[in-house]
């Protein structure tokens, strides 16, 4: 029966376009030289009594996204943990990527009914827009809808016949499987992506009057498609780590079971560092974009780093630093699971003070570039304080040295369990050290030079900085592999945590949902007044750009609700599992 | 009742977040103003008042035709003297000439708008060109871009201040009345991908003596790469109000660039200004 929702949602369309012939029409009339885009004027927008169209495009809007992500992530790294099952031959991986789909598919069908939804009340509430749209990508509509279905027949097979395709070459069809799966949820949001970015950065019509005379592909290939492709990419994969591992403390909070709760302190651990992989490379896709919004249009990134919007990267920060702490202070107790971990926790608050000075340093605000009207209301330019630190070189050096930190906490919760054996052992410590070392030093160094070059965003400095924190990374991953080669492991004692413990992976989820919820605010803001940016005038009355406050307070409306559903799903599935004893 | 207590703690965990949003400073970002003007109910006394608005807002012209000298002081001047007289000085060759009354000042107005260069006022014409060259910006086209209806608005107003009654035609209903930033420049849609072009593009060589205009409303440029360096000179492009030169008023020289312009312009004339030889 649940196959049925995306034909329901094709129905939907028929009957949008039933209700709105001139639609059909503008679909229809692909192809030929169209006419520029429409200009509607204030009483052209369509209003239900005393509904906001915005907000209630908002929330439908944000909670399709948040579901969609975590759908279309999930079996990316399920996938992943399969062939981890596989080639390790260890039963648990397979199990657990096979929990991971079990949520994907409870929340499979709320993504199709919030989708469904969105495209109603966009075509309802926008449709000028929305003709519009559909006149610049023709058919591909039609062709999205097409692949959700595919999306849907895909994603039911590879759930249900994981039993069914378990072992040997079998397992290997399964992940075939998974790979078709995986292409065409990727494809969706490449698609869906294009609508969006078109929206912020034209190509393929004519910039004067917006008539269509490039292909779809050319309005698809617009200059912010790849950037955000590769960013919500990347975020959908610590977001759907970050849902996992609330899943995952639900069930360990729970639970009685000792055996259970070692099963699933197991999986919250793998669903964090999942959320954190993902985490660390976000940053500098955030750049790309950014530095792609600035050669698009300067006036753009002006908007987004200078205006009013400058403030919310400020929130930014906090919501970043509010991610790692929780995932630092997951992993710091996580050294209690081990014998050795002791060893390591004296450490822990050396950790502490990067990660929560570094964090200072970020949320600092500096130098806002500002319109004259803005200026006027905000009384000033510069933040009265600390002006030196919320330039970017010291921002850079903050986020550096927080991501090499963080990636300690790991490394020694990693080597907490395993004592190695080599000779080299004690050289190879001292390398590891020397490595940290270096590549903190040459961090601070970096972002001192960036404070002396004269360069107008010193961007320049923050390279070697990169360069330096993925080399930590990267060679002592390295360095251990051969140094842990046969390495004598103890017992990692799963279970051994405290509830306390797992509230921060619900803090991670909260946390990515609000500024998913934060990042889309601001992304639409960038259009300022404009439907699609420089072509079509956004003339209903909400084209204003809410205050922080607003936006705030509507964004926790919508991840409270989103996590009442979240957790009503974990709810659902745990009942789903639990079996009433035969009375005797 | 775990689900209660995930519930009440993401509730508080989100009430911070929101607390914080909420004592940040608040701005709205609204739409800019529009000059909302119901074109099917504008009368002639509307248009008037339309055009004062803009000769001395959006249209600048305030910026030279004031008492300082620099061109003729529209506001200022008894332009039922010099109006007509410009139609029958000798050196005049356009539309109107050898035509009288309210119409053909009219067309001498939108022409003096239009092309500048058509006919210039004895001794405000540019250096060296012995009075063939206007120094006055093309209106219709960036960075001031007026529109049709903008221009006629001003036609009106000037020709009201003559003592004419005004011919401009009142625009009819639907019409747009501000010109779509978009469609300012014919060709100039895309990124100057030249300096040259895009010194063109955003009329810097209006106030700066620049290729050849010998303008002087703004600082000479030459040289600029030996007093400022690359960041200096982005900025007194992007915010010119940061830092007057001297010898010149602040508010002249436009304050909207960092908005019109694209990096690669920006980069473009940069690179073009440093390296202007003394």
Not at chain 1, 304 to 321: E, K, R, T, V
Request: aromatic residues 12%; glycine residues 8%; contains cysteine.
């Amino acid at each position: 029966m649940k196959l049925a929702r995306p034909v329901y949602i094709l129905l939907l369309l028929a009957v949008v376009v039933a209700l709105f012939p001139d639609l059909a029409q503008a679909a229809g009339e692909a192809g030929e030289k169209l006419a520029g885009a429409p200009q509607p004027t204030r009483a052209d927008y369509p209003h239900f009594a005393g509904m906001s169209s915005r907000d209630i495009v908002w929330g439908v809007a944000q909670m399709h996204l948040f579901l969609a992500a975590f759908v279309l992530a999930v079996p990316l790294f399920s996938i992943a943990t399969e062939f981890m099952g596989k080639i390790t031959g260890d039963q648990r991986y397979d199990n657990m990527a096979h929990e991971f789909m079990k949520i994907t598919m409870s929340a499979y069908s709320l993504t199709a009914l919030f989708g469904g939804s969105l495209a109603l009340a966009l075509f309802l509430l926008y449709p000028h827009l929305m003709g519009y749209l559909m006149k610049v990508f023709r058919g591909q509509m039609l062709i999205y809808a097409l692949l959700f279905l595919l999306e849907s027949v895909t994603l039911y097979i590879y759930f249900y016949s994981w039993n069914a395709m378990r072992y040997g070459n079998r397992k290997w069809f399964h992940m075939s499987i998974g790979l078709v799966l995986n292409t065409v949820g990727l494809t969706l949001m490449f698609i869906a992506n294009a609508w969006a970015t078109f929206m912020m950065s034209p190509s393929g019509v004519d910039p004067a009057t917006g008539a269509v005379i490039g292909t779809v592909w050319e309005a698809t290939r617009n200059p912010l498609w790849n950037p955000v492709n590769l960013h919500r990419f990347v975020a959908n994969i610590a977001y759907g780590g970050a849902i996992v591992g609330a899943y995952a403390a639900y069930m360990f909070l729970s639970e009685k079971d000792p055996e259970v709760k070692a099963h699933y302190d197991w999986m919250g651990y793998t669903s964090n560092f999942i959320a954190i992989a993902g985490f660390l490379p976000l940053p500098f896709a955030g750049y790309w974009l950014m530095a792609e919004i600035y050669a698009y249009s300067q006036q753009m990134g002006i908007t987004a780093m200078g205006g009013i919007l400058a403030w919310l990267f400020i929130i930014q920060a906090i919501l970043i630093g509010t991610i790692m702490l929780a995932a630092n202070y997951y992993l710091w107790c996580g050294l209690m699971r081990t014998e050795n971990g002791q060893k390591y926790s004296k450490y822990v608050k050396y950790i502490m003070l990067v990660i929560v000075g570094g964090f200072l340093v970020w949320v600092t605000p500096h130098s806002l570039i500002l319109t004259t009207e803005e200026i006027r209301q905000l009384g000033g330019t510069h933040h009265k304080f600390l002006g030196p630190l919320g330039i970017m070189p010291a921002k850079n050096t903050a986020v550096n040295l927080m991501l090499v930190f963080t990636f300690l906490s790991f490394q020694m919760f990693y080597r907490s369990s395993r004592i190695p054996t080599v000779k080299w052992a004690r050289a190879g410590n001292m390398l590891i050290i020397a490595l940290y070392v270096t590549g903190i030093v040459n961090i601070v160094f970096a972002g001192l030079y960036g404070y002396i070059t004269p360069t107008v965003y010193k961007v320049g400095a923050s390279v070697p900085q990169v360069i330096s924190t993925m080399s930590i990374i990267i060679f002592s991953v390295i360095i251990d592999i051969f140094m842990l080669r046969g390495a004598k492991t103890t017992t990692v004692h799963w279970g051994r945590m405290s509830d306390r413990s797992q509230y921060a992976l619900f803090v991670l989820p909260v946390a990515f949902t609000w500024l998913m919820g934060l990042m889309g605010y601001i992304r639409s803001s960038l259009r300022t007044h404009w439907h699609v940016y420089t072509i079509m005038k956004d003339k209903s009355p909400e084209a204003y750009i809410p205050t922080i406050g607003e936006a705030g307070n509507t964004i926790t409306i919508i991840t409270l609700s989103f996590m009442a559903v979240m957790v009503f799903v974990f709810w659902l599935s745990r009942l789903g599992a639990t079996r009433q004893e035969t009375p005797s | 009742m775990t689900f209660a207590r995930v519930m009440i703690f993401s509730l508080f965990v989100l009430l911070a977040f929101t607390g914080f949003a909420n004592i940040l400073p608040q701005v709205q970002g609204d739409p800019p103003a529009e000059e909302e003007i119901n074109t099917g109910s504008l009368d002639m006394a509307g248009m008037i008042a339309l055009g004062e608005r803009l000769f001395t807002g959006k249209g600048t012209c305030t910026l030279c035709h004031n008492n300082l000298g620099r061109a003729p002081d529209l506001l200022m001047d008894d332009l039922s003297q010099t109006l007509p007289s410009r139609l029958v000085d000798a050196r005049y060759e356009g539309v109107a000439k050898g035509k009288n009354g309210a119409g053909a000042i009219e067309e001498y107005l939108l022409e003096s708008m239009r092309e500048p260069s058509k006919f210039v006022v004895a001794g405000y014409g540019k250096k060296g060109t012995n009075d063939t060259v206007s120094p006055m910006p093309v209106v219709n086209k960036a960075p001031v871009s007026l529109s049709d209806i903008e221009m006629n608005a001003i036609t009106a107003f000037l020709q009201n201040k003559a003592g004419f009654d005004p011919t401009v035609p009142l625009p009819s209903a639907g019409e747009a009345p501000a010109a779509d930033a978009s469609d300012d420049g014919d060709e100039e849609d895309g990124p100057a991908t030249d300096a040259v072009a895009a010194i063109e593009k955003f009329g810097c060589s209006t106030c700066h003596d620049l290729e050849g205009s010998e303008a002087d409303l703004g600082p000479k440029l030459n040289g600029i790469g030996k007093r400022m360096d690359d960041a200096a000179i982005a900025k007194s492009i992007l915010d010119p109000n940061a830092q007057i030169a001297e010898g010149f008023e602040a508010d002249l020289m436009p304050q909207d660039f960092g908005e019109q312009m694209r990096v690669s312009e920006l980069n473009l004339i940069v690179d073009y200004l440093k390296k202007l030889p003394e």
